[in-house]
């Protein structure tokens, strides 16, 4: 066979398969590691901003794939190592998946750090199904503290959320520098909730640090807002009673005024080094309801507590006399009521008495009302006539008891004065008639 002929034939096949294998090649490519592209080789680019931070933090993917195509479907995972071992890496958590069109060679992502511990952790990228492809980011977590109440009281407490800590660890607390005793532990990717209880702080923004046994030179810091709050005792006051106002949170040393419904009703207490005061004022008196006590210091700091007053009526009364009584004959008698003493919390009962001569009590006669009462008893200037009688007693925060009727009607007199003056008029006009009568006929008679 013709040596020249040989050679291209064999050209030709080399050619020939060179044709065939290049799209295949272009469809497979090998792994970044095989075509020497780790490391930012083969024109590869990565970015990640910003590559630290607590949890939480949003962070963008940035790749520059030069000649290595990105199409194709992809995962994004999140892990503590960089290899993330296969897919048995405990700390290994799917983030996202998505799909790039063909030849694709560049892309962008946001996303979001998810919890983890403190320090060095690695986003994954992975063409689905070819882990040696995976492209690493870095990330360092650093420790953050959050807060669940944009203020916080001082005696109440503070929900705070920690991430990013050593994993099972203990978590040391400090207020503006001051250690504060509160066992809390982090889970085992740095995690904790914890209650902290506030001290008694001054109003203003103050300083939450949060730090690990286990960390070193590392501490999450919150900002705190402190805002006052008071608290009045017993919690249903009553009128008249002696009630303490205690105020939480204020500005250190100053003069507090305290208002009741908008009235002032102490002289001003002042605040100890710390803000708190404790005051102790009477209760006005007042309609039952909710009222309204405000305290405010001379740094513009307002607390305010809304605050009910006792609404339990005082018991009912039980009438005693007049029952089926009579009062004298003739014209108006005097009329004297007695009942039994309601009780109330609050001690003081007034009473109310209505005499009327109808069950309805309308409409009421003048001067048979008598209100304001102190005593079980009193006495009324009734005319002659048929009456019901009912009294009703009210506490000083205007609570009132249901009315006690008397079941039985009495009676005053039973001919009114008028009555009598009119039957005695007619009869000194009938008289003065027969007597003018009388004197005529005699006249007659004798002339």
């Not at 290994?92 to 060095?120: D, Y």
């Not at 309204?292 to 305010?304: H, I, R, Y």
């Amino acid at each position: 066979m013709d040596y020249k002929f040989c050679v291209k034939i064999f050209i030709y096949l080399c050619g020939f398969f060179a044709l065939f294998l290049a799209p295949l090649a272009a469809l497979a490519p090998l792994p970044v590691e095989g075509q020497g592209c780790a490391g930012g080789k083969c024109g590869i680019t990565t970015t990640l901003t910003p590559n630290s931070g607590p949890t939480g933090t949003a962070v963008t993917i940035l790749i520059e794939s030069g000649t290595y195509p990105l199409d194709g479907n992809y995962e994004i995972w999140f892990s503590k190592s960089p290899t993330m071992q296969g897919n048995s890496d405990p700390t290994a958590i799917k983030l996202a998946t998505g799909w790039n069109e063909r030849l694709k060679q560049s892309m962008s992502l946001s996303l979001s750090v998810p919890p983890a511990c403190a320090g060095t952790n690695y986003f994954h990228y992975i063409k689905a199904g070819r882990a040696t492809q995976m492209i690493n980011f870095s990330f360092t977590v650093t420790p953050g503290l959050v807060c669940k109440e944009d203020k916080v009281k001082p005696r109440s407490t503070a929900d705070l959320t920690g991430t990013g800590f050593s994993p099972s660890d203990t978590i040391l607390f400090y207020v503006d520098g001051d250690p504060l005793d509160l066992p809390v532990q982090s889970d085992a990717i740095g995690s904790f909730t914890a209650a902290l209880p506030v001290p008694d702080l001054m109003a203003g923004t103050h300083v939450i640090k949060a730090t690990g046994k286990k960390l070193y030179n590392q501490e999450a810091t919150l900002r705190i807002k402190v805002v006052p709050y008071i608290v009045i005792e017993p919690a249903i006051p009553l009128v008249g009673k002696t009630a303490t106002v205690s105020g939480y949170g204020f500005a250190p040393s100053s003069e507090v005024s305290i208002k009741y419904d908008q009235a002032v009703v102490t002289s001003s207490p002042s605040s100890d080094k710390t803000g708190r005061f404790v005051y102790n004022f009477t209760v006005p008196e007042t309609t039952a309801g909710t009222h309204t006590l405000v305290a405010t210091d001379k740094s513009g700091n307002v607390a305010q507590w809304e605050l009910p007053v006792e609404n339990n009526p005082p018991s009912t009364p039980a009438v005693i006399s007049p029952t089926t009584d009579r009062f004298g004959v003739f014209g108006g008698q005097p009329v004297t009521f007695t009942w039994m003493a309601a009780k109330d919390d609050s001690g003081i009962v007034l009473y109310t008495v209505e005499v009327a001569d109808n069950l309805n009590f309308f409409p009421l006669m003048a001067g048979m009302r008598r209100s304001g009462l102190t005593e079980p008893t009193v006495t009324m200037n009734i005319e002659p006539g048929t009456y019901y009688w009912r009294v009703q007693a009210v506490d000083p925060s205007g609570n009132k008891s249901k009315w006690a009727l008397s079941p039985y009607a009495f009676q005053v007199g039973l001919i009114s004065l008028w009555a009598i003056a009119g039957v005695s008029l007619v009869l000194i006009i009938i008289f003065i008639f027969l007597l003018r009568a009388f004197i005529q006929r005699i006249r007659g008679y004798y002339y």
